[in-house]
Nanobody, 122 residues
């Protein structure tokens, strides 16, 4: 499985961005998918996960109420809508996938995309 994230960029605080993740392979619809982020000098942080059917969604506490995750299994796509962005949201955002149950731990994900950089200016 290959994951290709896109949609990052520079945005002012309070603005919005939508990240997209394109996944290859027919196994996509059986995988839980998620997003992690990593700021310079910091550990990777859980952002959100969505189950294979979309029925279960978990959002990280630091972005709850501002970010939403969705997927389109017909298009092999996962999205992260980011609203009310803050400078502390700056970092590289990674699209991830697992054949198992997605969780808040990066160790549970077998598949990682290359990351897309989000920079939020104050």
């Amino acid at each position: 499985v290959q994951l290709q994230a896109s949609g990052g960029g520079l945005v002012q605080a309070g603005g919005s961005l939508r990240l997209s993740c394109a996944a290859s392979g027919r196994a996509f619809r059986r995988q839980d998918m998620g997003w992690f982020r990593q700021a310079p000098g910091k550990e990777r942080q859980f952002v959100a996960v969505i189950s294979s059917s979309g029925a279960r969604i978990v959002i990280g506490e630091s972005v709850k109420g501002r970010f939403t995750i969705s997927r389109d299994n017909d298009k092999n796509m996962v999205y992260l809508q980011m609203n009310k962005l803050k400078p502390e949201d700056t970092g590289v955002y990674y699209c991830v996938g697992t054949q198992g149950v997605g969780s808040r731990s990066p160790n549970d994900y077998e598949y990682w995309g290359q990351g897309t950089l989000v920079t939020v200016s104050s």
